[in-house]
């Protein structure tokens, strides 16, 4: 399999289970972080600045679960640049960079790190998360080049 290709599954693996451990976590558990919440209003507010009418409801939540899940497949398939032996340990530290990235960024960007930062276990959700994600798209990426 070429290594384009095999990157955009494992980034596209990679963040389908991010998202999906997100969602599900997040429908029983009233602490859980809340990156969605984040990403509508970084959505709504880009849109706004450039005079187009965000969507709302559940039309602002597909939105956004679609935008998310597109830049975090772009951005774990970045995991298939490194060298095969290294695949899994560059996705967990790709992944980890990503969760850091979601506790520190939203204040810089003008948006409310609450949902991701309000507690510890929050916090630790996110960064762990998002390693998944990361970890995932390492392992598929590493397990279709062995099949070379």
């Given at each position: 399999?070429?290594?384009?290709?095999?990157?955009?599954?494992?980034?596209?693996?990679?963040?389908?289970?991010?998202?999906?451990?997100?969602?599900?976590?997040?429908?029983?558990?009233?602490?859980?972080?809340?990156?969605?919440?984040v990403?509508?209003?970084?959505?709504?507010?880009?849109?706004?600045?450039?005079?187009?009418?965000?969507?709302?409801?559940?039309?602002?939540f597909?939105?956004?679960?679609?935008?998310?899940?597109?830049?975090?497949?772009?951005y774990?398939?970045?995991?298939?640049?490194?060298?095969?032996?290294?695949?899994?340990?560059?996705?967990?530290?790709?992944g980890?960079?990503?969760?850091?990235?979601?506790?520190?960024?939203?204040?810089?960007?003008?948006?409310?790190?609450?949902?991701?930062?309000?507690?510890?276990k929050a916090k630790?959700?996110?960064?762990?998360?998002?390693?998944?994600?990361?970890?995932?798209?390492?392992?598929?990426?590493?397990?279709?080049?062995?099949?070379?």
């Open positions: 399999m070429k290594k384009s290709l095999s990157s955009i599954i494992g980034g596209l693996a990679g963040a389908a289970a991010l998202n999906l451990v997100h969602q599900a976590v997040k429908a029983f558990d009233h602490e859980a972080p809340r990156v969605d919440l990403g509508e209003e970084a959505l709504s507010k880009g849109l706004e600045k450039i005079k187009i009418d965000p969507p709302t409801g559940n039309a602002l597909t939105v956004t679960m679609a935008a998310d899940l597109i830049s975090n497949a772009a774990f398939s970045l995991t298939g640049l490194a060298k095969k032996k290294h695949l899994i340990a560059v996705g967990a530290a790709t980890l960079a990503a969760g850091v990235g979601a506790l520190a960024l939203p204040k810089y960007m003008g948006l409310s790190d609450a949902p991701v930062t309000r507690t510890v630790a959700l996110t960064v762990g998360w998002y390693t998944l994600g990361g970890l995932v798209a390492g392992v598929v990426i590493k397990s279709l080049r062995d099949q070379n």
